[in-house]
Antibody, heavy 118, light 110 residues
Framework: QVQLQESGPGLVKPSETLSLTCTVSGDSISPYYWTWIRQPPGKGLEWIGYIYYSGSTNYNPSLKSRVTISVDTSKNQFSLKLSSLTTADTAVYYC????????????WGQGTMVTVSS | QSVLTQPPSVSGAPGQRVTISCTGSSSNIGAIYDVHWYQQVPGTAPKLLIYGNSNRPSGVPDRFSGSKSGTSASLAISGLQAEDEADYYCQSYDNSLSVVFGGGTKVTVL
């Protein structure tokens, strides 16, 4: 059974950089797309970006200047870095698997709450 | 403001049929991209409900069905049950292969 698990700090300060990791278990990280999605409290889902197992990326234009997603196939992990944090970045952050554009996000992590506050 | 437009809420009595619309444009749903639907019970991660416009993953009851026409898509829930009370999101892609979501629809079982 494929499982995803997010890990990282629950509290970060404004202007700092958030680093989250998603560990994939039960399957190889290839040949899929791996995505980060967030959900501010009480609001809807917002796509952050995705990475193909080979390393190519695509980011939300509204976040592109602050986002970096990377993959480590040897560890079966992919990671998110989001810089210049503000309180608007407070959200539950999810990682998810996308087998293809026709298949949707079929596997999700449980999500990790990140609060941006001084 | 979400790229795909959904009604904020729909409601129905147990056993009834409800539908949720998802309206996009020629650069996303109206292009070649499929629409997917997710169910999110508060406090939990979203769950894939419909993929490729109308396909159900294993384990999803056949009470849930999806369709796509032109620049819009719809999710129908027939035989509404109390356990269907949740938030539902549609998702597709745009011409830059960016992921786009609807704003979400809260389904209330009366």
């Amino acid at each position: 059974q494929v499982q995803l698990q997010e890990s990282g700090p629950g509290l970060v300060k404004p202007s700092e950089t958030l680093s989250l990791t998603c560990t994939v278990s039960g399957d190889s990280i290839s040949p899929y797309y791996w995505t980060w999605i967030r959900q501010p409290p009480g609001k809807g889902l917002e796509w952050i970006g995705y990475i193909y197992y080979s390393g190519s990326t695509n980011y939300n234009p509204s976040l592109k200047s602050r986002v970096t997603i990377s993959v480590d196939t040897s560890k079966n992990q992919f990671s998110l870095k989001l810089s210049s944090l503000t309180t608007a970045d407070t959200a539950v952050y999810y990682c998810a698997r996308d087998r293809s554009y026709a298949d949707g996000f079929d596997i999700w992590g449980q999500g990790t709450m990140v609060t941006v506050s001084s | 403001q979400s790229v795909l437009t959904q009604p904020p809420s729909v409601s129905g009595a147990p056993g009834q049929r409800v539908t949720i619309s998802c309206t996009g444009s020629s650069s996303n749903i109206g292009a070649i991209y499929d629409v997917h639907w997710y169910q999110q019970v508060p406090g939990t991660a979203p769950k894939l409900l419909i993929y490729g416009n109308s396909n159900r993953p294993s384990g999803v009851p056949d009470r849930f069905s999806g369709s796509k026409s032109g620049t819009s898509a719809s999710l129908a829930i027939s035989g509404l049950q109390a356990e269907d009370e949740a938030d539902y999101y549609c998702q597709s892609y745009d011409n830059s292969l960016s992921v786009v979501f609807g704003g979400g629809t809260k389904v209330t079982v009366l």
